[in-house]
């Protein structure tokens, strides 16, 4: 079946501009994540949610960072007056949340790199 | 979330099994011990998790100690493709959140 998208895969802008980057999870899975993963660095977490529960906002680097998640589906990240740090590679991963208390697995997208000129 | 300690870097060659350690040794009594991996412009990939017995699936072993103070994944014959970066993570099962907090990971390097 189909796994995580994300679009678009790459993404340049200049400084000051905003971006909007998108995530579609997989079917079914109530559970969506946003990371970044700066060049050379581990991956940083940013932000979670699930079901019709509050996000996790706990990871935003700064209030120039927010996300949506529509319906349930898919997600949207903008970062608005984009600086060159935000540069990085932002991944979206999805999970089926399980009753057992075992922690789900996390699917992975592909990532879209956005570079801040 | 208990920390944990992974080397930077190993090698392995093609075909031998590779190894890769991982130190957790303030792990609590309900915490998992998750490995995922990252092949170079790719997304993270889920491999195997495990509480406190040893575990196998299509991909790899793990084998956890019995003080649960370290783990070791194990691939067991290595491939050119098996190069990444491995992530050694560990969570408590149910929470606020399920984020994953990644260390540095070990750059596993397959030789021919």
């Known amino acids: 079946g189909a796994g995580v998208s994300q679009s678009p895969s790459n993404k340049v802008t200049e400084k000051g501009k905003d971006v909007e980057l998108r995530c579609d999870p997989i079917s079914g899975h109530t559970a969506l994540y946003w990371y970044r993963q700066s060049l050379g660095q581990g991956l940083e977490f940013l932000i979670y949610?699930?079901?019709?529960?509050?996000?996790?906002k706990s990871g935003l680097p700064s209030d120039r960072f927010s996300a949506e998640r529509t319906g349930g589906s898919v997600s949207t990240l903008t970062i608005q007056r984009t600086q060159q740090e935000d540069s990085a590679v932002y991944l979206c991963?999805?999970?089926?949340?399980?009753?057992?208390?075992?922690?789900?697995?996390?699917?992975f997208g592909p990532g879209t790199r956005l570079t801040v000129l | 979330d208990a920390k944990t300690t992974q080397p930077t870097s190993m090698d392995c060659a093609e075909g031998r099994a590779a190894n890769l350690p991982c130190n957790h040794s303030t792990i609590s009594g309900n915490e998992y011990v998750y490995w995922y991996r990252q092949i170079h412009s790719q997304g993270p990939q889920y491999i195997i998790h495990?509480?406190?017995n040893n575990e196998t699936n299509e991909m790899a072993s793990l084998i956890i100690t019995e003080d649960r103070k370290s783990s070791t994944l194990i691939l067991p014959h290595a491939t050119l493709r098996d190069t990444a970066v491995y992530y050694c993570?560990?969570?408590?099962?149910?929470?606020?959140?399920?984020?994953?907090?990644f260390g540095t990971g070990t750059l596993l390097a397959v030789q021919p």
């Open positions: 991963a999805s999970s089926i949340l399980r009753t057992s208390g075992r922690m789900n697995e996390q699917f």
């Open positions: 495990g509480l406190k």
């Open positions: 949610f699930q079901g019709n529960s509050a996000p996790d």
């Open positions: 993570i560990v969570r408590a099962p149910a929470g606020a959140t399920n984020k994953l907090i």
